[in-house]
């Protein structure tokens, strides 16, 4: 399997990995227990992603999707982010191996359910899991 560059490097130097200090969105998808999962958590001022983190374990490509997706939604607004699509994470990471195009939808999902923790339609005690 042969991963592009931008892969390569989002890989072997993430950006944005930890969880952010004081984060008021935190989305989960997987499961941390036994299995691949992404955590992103996000700090929101005035309507725009000021912090983003990321926390995951999974493959070279989930984890080039993790650092990809708090790329492109840092220091976006809200409602941009919102938009932010797997296609829009494989085409930043150059290109995504058919077999694992899957892995792009980790990091927008787990960005969603961040935005929608911030937002209040999700639970604040218990971040949602799938």
């Given at each position: 399997?042969?991963y592009?560059?931008?892969?390569?490097?989002h890989f072997?130097k993430?950006?944005?990995v930890?969880m952010?200090?004081?984060a008021?969105?935190?989305?989960?998808i997987?499961?941390?227990?036994?299995?691949?999962?992404?955590c992103i958590?996000?700090?929101v001022e005035?309507w725009?992603?000021v912090?983003?983190?990321?926390?995951?374990?999974?493959c070279?490509a989930?984890?080039?999707?993790?650092?990809?997706t708090t790329d492109?939604?840092?220091d976006k607004?809200l409602?941009?982010?919102?938009c932010?699509?797997?296609?829009?994470?494989a085409?930043?990471?150059g290109?995504?191996?058919?077999e694992?195009?899957h892995c792009?939808n980790?990091?927008?999902d787990?960005l969603?359910?961040?935005?929608?923790?911030?937002?209040g339609l999700?639970s604040?005690d218990?971040?949602e899991?799938?």
């Open positions: 399997m042969m592009s560059s931008q892969v390569l490097d072997s993430p950006r944005h930890g952010v200090e004081n008021n969105g935190i989305g989960l997987g499961d941390p227990d036994c299995g691949d999962f992404m958590s996000i700090r005035d725009k992603i912090d983003i983190g990321f926390l995951c374990k999974g070279p989930a984890i080039a999707s993790g650092s990809a492109l939604a840092c607004m409602e941009k982010a919102m932010l699509t797997p296609e829009d994470v085409q930043h990471l290109g995504l191996p058919a694992k195009m792009s980790l990091g927008v787990a969603r359910y961040a935005m929608a923790y911030y937002l999700i604040k218990q971040p899991a799938s």
